[in-house]
């Protein structure tokens, strides 16, 4: 399940799925994924979705897009009944297919013809028209004629990185991160800029804040005090605030909503 807040709700009104790429495309596809719902005589439903540091690309009616890592949080309004295919690379993963800096789509949309041309469209209609598998061997196809024969080293540091970040909450700060790679900051920075498309302290601070959200949703008594302490904040105050700017409300009002 992607890092959507309330999960418990949203599993109420749609169903998520993720499907395996095929082998030699995992260096750049974390997964696919497909949400359905089917809401006919119901109220549209407003999910809302933490920002993650990975491209993806979406496939819906009228909305066929590359979605560049999004600066904060975001809604998807879903209605009636219906599909969305996707696919969420590894941070890193697509600046092969983008050829430019990733950070130079970061916060933005961009059709699929913008990126892919006339064969994005193609991708697009065939897409919309298949089932889950046909869909899934549509994208493989797809992209196995547009990856590289060998993954860039570069690019799988950037998601070793990436996923340091997530795998230890104890690191806080950007320095410790270089150090803990033999970078300098600069070539972190660098780094990040161009296969991940934002800054490691964006990717340091949105890990802890999934973490702390992933502890409030399941339901259970928060100790924020100790919390902080182990996503290493300085006192829960800081935790809060930053809870609150990034999911709309501090911790204790996003437990009661469970």
């Known amino acids: 399940m992607p890092a959507i ?3 418990r709700a949203g599993q109420q009104k749609f169903r998520f799925g993720a499907p395996a790429a095929a082998p030699a495309l995992r260096p750049f596809v974390a997964h ?3 949400v359905t719902w089917d809401l006919r005589g119901q109220a549209p439903y407003e999910q809302q979705v933490l920002p993650y540091p990975a491209v993806n690309m979406t496939f819906k009616p009228g ?7 999004p600066r904060g949080r975001f809604t998807e309004t879903l209605h009636d009944a219906g599909r969305v295919f996707g696919v969420r690379f590894h941070p890193g993963g697509f600046h092969p297919f983008l050829r430019a800096p990733v950070s130079s789509i970061t916060g933005r949309f961009l059709a699929i013809e913008d990126i892919f041309g006339t064969p994005g469209q193609a991708l697009a209609d065939a897409i ?3 089932d889950d598998e046909a869909a899934v061997t549509a994208m493989n196809d797809f992209l196995a004629a547009r990856a590289p024969d060998e993954p860039d080293p570069a690019a799988e540091l950037a998601a070793t990185v990436v996923a340091r970040t997530a795998a230890e909450p104890g690191i806080t700060r950007v320095d410790d991160l270089a150090d803990a790679f033999d970078l300098t900051m600069r070539q972190l920075q660098r780094l990040f800029a ?4 934002v800054s490691p302290k ?4 949105r890990h802890r804040l999934h973490e702390a959200a992933a502890r409030a949703a399941a339901g259970t008594r928060l100790d924020l005090g100790a919390l902080a302490a182990e996503l290493g904040y300085s006192d829960q105050a800081h935790l809060t605030r930053d809870f609150a ?3 709309g409300v501090p911790p204790a009002q996003y437990v ?3």
């Open 245 to 247: 700017a990034m999911v």
């Open 32 to 34: 696919y994924w497909t």
């Open 194 to 197: 161009t296969y991940v498309g």
């Open 5 to 7: 807040l309330h999960p």
């Open 202 to 205: 964006w990717v340091i601070r």
């Open 256 to 258: 009661r909503a469970q």
């Open 128 to 130: 919309l028209a298949a």
């Open 63 to 69: 909305r066929c897009r590359v979605a560049g890592v």
